[in-house]
């Protein structure tokens, strides 16, 4: 099966802080994505990346940077960590394009920052 | 990509067929639909997809109408494990799936 890791189930951190959040999957897939989730907006886009050092903006990549230098790792890099970033956070990967498997999701970060 | 309309929240008894109604009237003829759920403090999880035609998994079947406006999810024998937020999403081959809200599945015993 193909995993997607991320790195810390619970993280708290402080405001202004540089907050990195890791997730690696190990079946080569060239897409990765990071989701925020939030009571009553649902999932949010918030980058996705579609081959190494590539990268996209999602719906709300403001606050948020990232970084792919590996294939199999997408880290997602709060570069000032403000009070409205406290979520979950989901990583998923999938094939080059959409396919019969989509997408593959980690377990999921949750972020409290105080 | 076109827009779907789900229920916010339905019941269903154990042991009965849950069906999960997807409204998608925007879909364009290269859309396909996908369901995914979400057990709570999961990751959503992939459950199955369609373009035109009924399809059947070991999870779940999908029937969509003949003018692809609406799609049903149908879980043939519910149980409490299925107890889950259900996505419909509508997607051309482009990268990103976008989910709504989805429809909160209570089983109950």
Request: positive net charge; charged residues 20%; hydrophobic residues 30%.
């Amino acid at each position: 099966d193909v995993k997607v890791t991320q790195s810390s189930r619970y993280l708290v951190k402080r405001t202004g802080e540089k907050v990195f959040l890791e997730c690696v999957q190990d079946m080569d897939h060239e897409n990765m994505f990071w989701y925020r989730q939030d009571p009553g907006l649902g999932l949010r886009l918030i980058y996705f990346s579609y081959d190494v050092k590539m990268k996209e903006k999602g719906d709300i990549p403001e606050g948020y940077s990232v970084s792919r230098e590996k294939k199999e790792r997408f880290s997602l890099i709060l570069e000032s960590a403000s009070t409205n970033q406290t979520s979950m956070y989901l990583c998923a990967s999938s094939l080059r394009r959409v396919t019969n498997y989509g997408y593959t999701f980690g377990s999921g970060t949750r972020l409290t920052v105080v | 990509d076109a827009k779907t309309t789900q229920p916010p929240s339905m019941d269903c008894a154990e042991g009965r067929a849950a069906n999960l109604p997807c409204n998608h009237s925007t879909i364009s003829g290269n859309e396909y639909v996908y369901w995914y759920r979400q057990i709570h403090s999961q990751g959503p999880q992939y459950i199955i997809h369609g373009l035109k035609n009924n399809e059947t998994n070991e999870m779940a079947s999908l029937i969509i109408t003949e003018d692809r406006k609406s799609s049903t999810l149908i879980l043939p024998h519910a149980t409490l494990r299925d107890t889950a937020v259900y996505y419909c999403i509508v997607k051309n081959s482009g990268y990103a799936l976008n989910f709504g809200k989805g429809t909160s599945l209570l089983v109950t015993p």
